[in-house]
């Protein structure tokens, strides 16, 4: 496929990342900002454009095509491409001013308009493996938006080369554009059914290879410490501390692991986040995060037990638990269809790619959609940095990533992978 600036994907993405998209938790509309319809609509207009005559946009902000099968393909199983047009609400995405580093021989790439942004490749050894590329990336004040308006330009620049090349076969392909990502709304109002795929793919990604299919199983616990107040000056025997139950609480929180700051890998954790109380009551807020449903069930019996013994000796205290489930990992639902991955790694190969896992600590649209009945794993999109004025993207990264989309399409005409 092309290269350099007559790169497609690259082309648009310089385009898309100018507007702004940031998101915002603080909202109640959906989207939650009005400027991510302008690009929606643009994406919109684009497909449009191509001769996808079923473009959609809804009252959401969701955009929906379809690329028609070719001839004797309509059978395929519907597969669809999504990604978010949102940027994170941590750093700007106002006035992006996206530079292309041609070229890329290991030199420091210094932003212009803060000079302290260095993109080193002491600090950032994947740049290593990008010598010869031409890298992306902002100007120093604001977020690049790699993440994800990367994916939105591979999904689009796939959709017009399957559009312009009736030649390769392929069933149905649906394509998907969402507000509201970086909020953990992008799912919010998505109709699994009126896309109407099969199963789908995000692309979300960093690395080229990388293949996402496991993310945290993740639920919410509220722990409501209930004391007993009375006059400081005549409380001796009576009075309860719900501050010091709950400050107890804490301190017995295991010192040595299941903490955020101690675990990585395939090791989840629980994280008091929030504390909030007198001495009526005093309430805490922590994530149970695991790759496992036994393994959250585990932490919430350890949290539960623990509350307990903390009260115990109080007769005149109590504790109330609360536990809610956030979201569950999504290879629960895709170890039902190895074809999915199969198809992923087989087009990764064939565009001359290592397919590589990794795990996701984290939760994702993907795996959202894949609990409301369309399995969506997540592929590489070239995103680096990403939420930081460091973030940077590649254009070899970013043909590659079309490459992989057009190479699914492909592999899923022939059967099982
Ligand atoms: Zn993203």
Avoid at 365 to 385: K, Y
């Amino acid at each position: 496929m092309s290269d350099g600036f007559t790169s497609s994907a690259a082309t648009r993405f310089l385009r898309y990342v100018t507007f702004d998209t940031q998101s915002d938790e603080q909202s109640g509309s959906y989207p939650s900002t009005e400027k991510q319809l302008v690009l929606l609509r643009r994406l919109a207009d684009e497909l449009k454009e191509m001769g996808i005559a079923d473009t959609t946009i809804d009252q959401y902000g969701y955009v929906m095509a379809t690329i028609p099968a070719t001839p004797g393909k309509e059978q395929v199983p519907v597969i669809g491409f999504v990604a978010h047009v949102d940027t994170s609400p941590e750093v700007s995405g106002a006035g992006v001013k996206p530079i292309v580093h041609t070229n890329y021989d290991g030199r420091d790439l210094v932003l212009p308009d803060d000079a302290s942004m260095v993109l080193r490749e002491a600090d950032n050894p994947e740049l290593a493996e990008q010598r010869g590329n031409d890298i992306i990336t902002a100007s120093g004040l604001t977020l690049l938006g790699s993440d994800d308006k990367s994916g939105v330009a591979e999904v689009m620049a796939a959709a017009e080369y399957l559009m312009a090349h009736p030649d390769i076969p392929h069933g149905p392909i649906r394509v998907g554009f969402t507000p509201d990502e970086e909020i953990g709304r992008g799912t919010q109002y998505f109709d699994v059914n009126r896309f109407g795929a099969r199963f789908a793919y995000t692309l979300d990604g960093a690395k080229r290879g990388e293949l996402e299919f496991e993310n945290f199983s993740a639920d919410a616990m509220t722990i409501a410490f209930k004391g007993f107040n009375a006059h400081p000056g005549y409380a001796k025997g009576r009075m309860v501390s719900a501050i010091k139950l709950a400050s107890e609480f804490v301190h017995r929180l295991p010192r040595n692991g299941l903490s955020p700051e101690t675990t990585d890998g395939y090791d989840g954790f629980v994280h008091p986040h929030a504390i909030q109380g007198g001495v009526e009551r005093a309430t805490i807020k922590l994530l149970l995060r695991d790759f496992t449903s036994k393994g959250l069930d585990d932490k919430a019996r350890m949290l539960t037990d623990l509350a307990e013994e903390v009260v115990r000796p109080f007769p005149a205290g109590s504790v109330e638990i609360e536990r809610r489930e956030s979201y569950r990992n999504m290879k629960e639902v895709l170890d039902r269809y190895p074809e999915v991955i199969a198809h992923a790694k087989t087009a990764m190969t064939r565009a001359g790619l290592t397919p590589f896992f990794r795990q996701i600590r984290g939760g994702t649209d993907g795996a959202r959609l894949s609990f409301m009945g369309l399995p969506t794993p997540n592929l590489f999109a070239g995103e680096h940095n990403i939420h930081s004025r460091l973030e940077w993207t590649s254009v070899q990264d970013m043909d590659k990533a079309v490459e992989v989309i057009v190479e699914i399409c492909r592999s899923w005409t022939e059967g099982q992978g």
